[in-house]
């Protein structure tokens, strides 16, 4: 499965400048672990940080200008650092699998004369088949939604430079000295929208199509309790939506499509839910299907209209592990909230055992502030958030802590230790 090794954001709101992992100018550095968690005290960031990943899925499905608009995001303006200019940036780093060549998506937004968000560049870059070293090549330019893409899977541009002369290569594209039969020029329509979205809809440009498809399969929740409350419409779906209210068509999916199994997996939910003896699902007339939480000590069940938020998330979450075609990347802001502390630990060994299974679950990506969620954890897994005296958000591994590394070594809990106050820059 697809794996994001690292990700560099600039000039979105408080994160000026940061990178997770590994990217094109730090491809010496570890990348981002199956299983990561960002922690941080409020107002560092994390929500920010959070809504970075979701903002570059929202301009992949509606486009630059209406992502910057949605989810309250309040436009270019209101995401750009106040007293900062430039255009909002993101580099994507990652794998097709473990021994794929990594590819580079490197993304620009900026505003026109008109005050407009526009694409102002994208680029793709993969190193050659065969080749371990050296600069990658590039098979996807777009300046303006104007440029060159390479069909197939092998060709590119060689740069020698970070940042090369566009209107040069241009110019050889024209002449012929670059063309070739894998050479495409392009030029979109709308270059409010992402070139990736366009092309990558092409056969003929897989490479595209493969990178367009991970970030389409990212998974970022904004679960809400009472959305899964909610008694939708009978219908069977694949997936948990982002919101959680078709919870129960997922149930009714997993009955219908694999029934053994999933009462298997309601019995091992109920394990680990307290309180909870089983969980089963009874059909409504009009063809619905609620679910019973039979509770100890009751002898009548509970529906999940009247269980508490903390049953319903844990519920969503373990649901959302068994998905029998998980998403490459799940993201999840403050799983914690409304969940019992004791139970927290348990919930993170849960996220790592699906992120490092050999079944090659989703990557895990969580902003928590929970100490007995990051007990579970290792400190290579852990990403410190912090805010600088500039107003400016920093991040580091907890693993670059030489004493906290040994202190983890020793027996004590890392949670511990950053509610001690050992994960706090010195």
């Known amino acids: 499965m697809a794996k994001l090794e690292g990700f560099r954001i600039k000039n979105f709101r408080a994160l000026k400048d940061i990178t997770l992992g590994r990217v094109g100018n730090s491809r010496k ?8 968690a960002v922690i ?13 990943f979701g903002f570059l899925s929202d301009c992949l499905k509606s486009g630059v200008e209406e992502a910057c608009d949605a989810r309250g995001r309040g436009g270019f303006e209101k995401i ?30 900026d505003i026109d004369s008109s005050k407009r968000p526009y694409v102002r560049k994208e680029r793709l870059r993969q190193r050659r088949k065969g080749e371990k070293y050296g600069y990658p090549f590039s098979f996807l330019v777009l300046n303006k939604g104007k440029g060159i893409a390479w069909k197939g899977e092998q060709v590119g541009i060689d740069e020698t430079e970070a940042d090369f002369d566009f209107d040069k290569l241009m110019e050889s594209i024209k002449s012929g000295k670059e063309e070739s039969r894998e050479t495409e020029v392009v030029e979109l329509e709308d270059y409010r929208r992402l070139g990736i979205a366009t092309l990558g809809s092409l056969k003929q440009h897989p490479r595209i199509s493969a990178f367009r498809k991970f970030i389409e399969g990212w998974y970022l929740s904004y679960f809400t309790p009472d959305a899964a409350r909610s008694l939708p419409l009978a219908g069977p779906q694949k997936h948990l939506n982002t919101h959680g209210d078709n919870l129960g068509n997922v149930v009714q999916f997993m009955e219908r499509e694999h029934s053994k199994r999933f009462q298997s997996i309601l019995q091992r939910i109920a394990e680990k839910i307290p309180g909870v003896e089983k969980i089963e699902t009874e059909k ?8 019973r939480f039979n509770d100890k000590g009751f002898q009548d069940p509970f529906y999940s209209q009247q269980m508490s938020d903390g049953t319903l998330k844990v ?22 909230n409304g969940l019992y502390h004791k ?11 699906h ?9 895990v990506f969580i902003t928590t502030h929970q100490p007995y969620f990051v007990d579970a954890l ?7 958030l912090e805010k600088g005296k500039d107003g400016f958000s920093t991040i580091r591994r907890a693993s670059n802590d030489k004493i906290v590394k040994n202190l983890v070594e020793e027996g004590l809990p890392l949670g511990g230790l950053w509610y001690s106050d050992y994960l706090d820059e010195r």
């Not at 592990?321 to 799940?330: N, R, V």
């Not at 927290?344 to 055992?353: G, I, Q, V």
């Not at 299974?357 to 990557?363: I, T, V």
């Open 29 to 36: 550095a570890e990348p981002i672990t199956a299983m990561t």
């Open 40 to 52: 941080g005290k409020n107002g560092v960031g994390k929500s920010t940080l959070f809504d970075a």
């Open 80 to 109: 750009v650092p106040q007293g900062q200019s430039g255009p909002i940036e993101f580099e994507v780093y990652y794998r097709e699998d473990g021994n794929a060549r990594p590819i580079t998506y490197e993304l620009s937004i």
């Open 284 to 291: 409504t007339n009009d063809g619905r299907l609620l679910l």
């Open 315 to 336: 519920f969503a979450y373990l649901l959302l592990l068994e998905d029998p075609t998980p998403p490459p990347f799940l993201c999840i802001e403050e799983p914690e």
């Open 343 to 353: 139970l927290l630990e348990s919930l993170a060994t849960e996220f790592r055992k």
């Open 355 to 363: 992120a490092t299974g050999r079944k090659g679950g989703s990557q």
């Open 378 to 384: 290792k400190p290579e897994e852990v990403w410190v």
